[in-house]
């Protein structure tokens, strides 16, 4: 198992592509400097023991330098150790709703990545519980077995996307049962389900599964995503909006938060009802009541004694500089003897 530790610093590798757009440029200016003084043909003979291929080299070197000192700065970290702890906690299933209307942008940047914003803030936040993940649309899929790896939560929940289930739909009901399902043949009052959704249910018996549910002592919360006025669905292609989702008489779509499907899913479960804003998505509320919940210990196997290994970067990285440093833009002496066809190679 590996991790970032400074997950941060990574976006400075963005300056790579304005390095290559510098040196391009710096080249054009070059040539067009050196047409202002005369003739071309005179020029390169007066700069005949300049290598251009060395000069390009140079810049290589520089650019996977820099790149190597990035990722260094951030600093990969290795896990070496698999030892098995006992913990006490609480064991959360949470759903997913991965439809199409899950991209509606009355939250921003859009109800599906405001969900994994805050679930992946939830994250961050757990103390010894265990959790999992399950993904629905039209059908309802593991997307991670329950766990108290949150490094690898984490993981596949940056994966999480509306095009992982190719039927659409909302079928709250079949999520509810395999997260039941999911949680195994254990008993007792440690177990509780979050659905993060929009409440749009194209199927029947969400409120059933909530109540087979609750007799298991299983508590269900649900986290409202979107507006009750609603928001049309926007199409795209790469980065850019072409328009927005229509039905089949050329109207469009507008999906809208339904509040009262999603509180009597709730209720027959004995959780709560919590309805996300930009400012708040509501998983604290809901980390406040599974707090509230009995905890159970368990063995669980996690990884420990992570090493790090930004050395090996950092490394890399100053040995390319010198090079670097002491790679000169001339052609080399042999070269020059033996005049390969007076090419610059």
């Known amino acids: 198992m590996y991790q970032l530790e400074h997950k941060f610093y990574l976006y400075a590798l963005g300056l790579i592509p304005l390095f290559i757009l510098i040196y ?54 290795v896990g070496t150790k698999l030892e098995e702890v006992k913990r006490k906690g609480a064991d959360l299933m949470i759903c997913l709703d991965i439809s199409n209307s899950m991209k509606a942008e009355d939250l921003q940047p859009n109800r599906l990545e405001k969900a994994k914003q805050a679930i992946s803030k939830l994250l961050d936040k757990l103390e010894g519980d265990r959790i999992g993940i399950v993904v629905f649309a039209g059908q309802a899929y593991v997307q991670l ?89 926007p199409v795209y292609k790469g980065t850019v909006r072409e328009g927005f989702r229509k039905d089949k008489e050329g109207n469009t779509i507008v999906t809208k938060l339904n509040e009262q499907a999603l509180q009597e899913i709730s209720a027959a479960a004995n959780g709560i009802f919590v309805r996300a804003s930009n400012s708040d998505a509501g998983l604290n509320n809901v980390l406040e009541a599974v707090n509230k919940l009995e905890k ?13 290994r930004f050395q090996w970067f950092i490394s890399a990285a100053l040995l390319l500089l010198i090079i670097e440093t002491f790679l000169s833009e001339r052609k080399s002496k042999l070269y020059q003897r033996l005049n390969l066809f007076g090419n610059d190679k």
Do not use: C
């Open 24 to 77: 391009l440029l710096v080249n054009i200016w070059r040539k067009r400097a050196l047409k202002n003084y005369g003739d071309m043909s005179v020029i390169q003979q007066l700069f005949a023991d300049v290598s251009k291929a060395k000069r390009f080299w140079k810049f290589v070197l520089f650019t996977t330098a820099f790149t190597f000192l990035i990722i260094g700065i951030v600093n990969p970290q």
């Open 145 to 233: 077995p329950i766990t108290t790896d949150y490094s690898a939560a984490k993981l596949f929940l940056e994966s999480i996307n509306t095009d992982l289930i190719p039927t659409q739909g909302t079928d709250i009901g079949g999520a509810i049962d395999l997260a039941v399902e999911s949680f195994g043949k254990d008993v007792g009052k440690n177990k509780a389900i979050v659905i993060i959704t929009d409440g749009e249910d194209h199927e029947e018996g969400a409120v059933k599964a909530s109540a087979a549910a609750a007799e298991k002592g299983i508590v269900i919360h649900t986290i409202g995503m979107g507006s009750v006025e609603g928001a049309p669905i």
């Open 296 to 308: 159970k210990q368990f063995d669980s196997k996690m990884y420990s004694d992570y090493e790090d």
